[in-house]
């Protein structure tokens, strides 16, 4: 037999005798943002969608798998404090094709990433905000590592550092006052891996000033803790 003459079925039989299955058929999965007009969402009412709405790529059928809240909030800054200084990464966010270190290449006890928003976010909601990290691990000769697999097992990563994620509530007339969401769910598992946060806050969102912006919007930070 030559190896490239050998048949799907012979594979199979191949594969089956070293101990590999092959894996059932699973739903294709895929992240959808919904661009709202201005003045599609009333004033004072909330705007959802429920769970297993229908929705379509070409001809390719698709439902949401959770309840979903719009919030039409967008982020006008992204600002890292490190302890080497303050970094604006707020247009290098907004290209594509660009990425950057939120805590720094080292990512050091204290470091911190901002976030800020030109509107609140509702309070007493589970809200949910997506990130998409550079997922291109490589060895020092350059060549790209995937992340390893074993059969069937779910691949478990080990997180090297903590991150507190707080949103702040205005001021006191001298200090920011930060309050930590509830109901956390870090996806990312603090900015391991892509993945969504989803929250709940438990006040209301207040504009305020931080490090090296000039603008008062609705921020969310988060520290790296160890």
Known sequence: YYLDQVGEPNYRKFLKLLGVRRREAVPAQAEVTFSLAPGEIPAGEDF???????????????????????????????????????RDYTQTNERGGLSYFPFGEEAEKGSRLYLGFDRAFPPNKTLAISFHLVEDDRDPAG????????GDEIPKVKVSAGIDWEFC??????????FSPEEMNDQTLAFTQSGSLFFRLSEEMKKALVPACAEELFWLRATVRE
């Not at 509530?169 to 930060?178: E, F, H, K, Q, V």
């Open 48 to 86: 959802f969608l429920p769970r297993s709405t229908k929705l379509a790529a070409e001809d390719i059928p698709f439902e949401t798998g959770e309840f979903l809240w719009f919030v039409p909030a967008a982020v006008r800054k992204v600002i890292s404090s490190l302890s080497t200084g303050v």
């Open 143 to 150: 060549n790209r590592v995937e992340r390893g697999v074993h």
């Open 169 to 178: 509530a205005g001021s006191d007339g001298s200090r920011l006052l930060w």
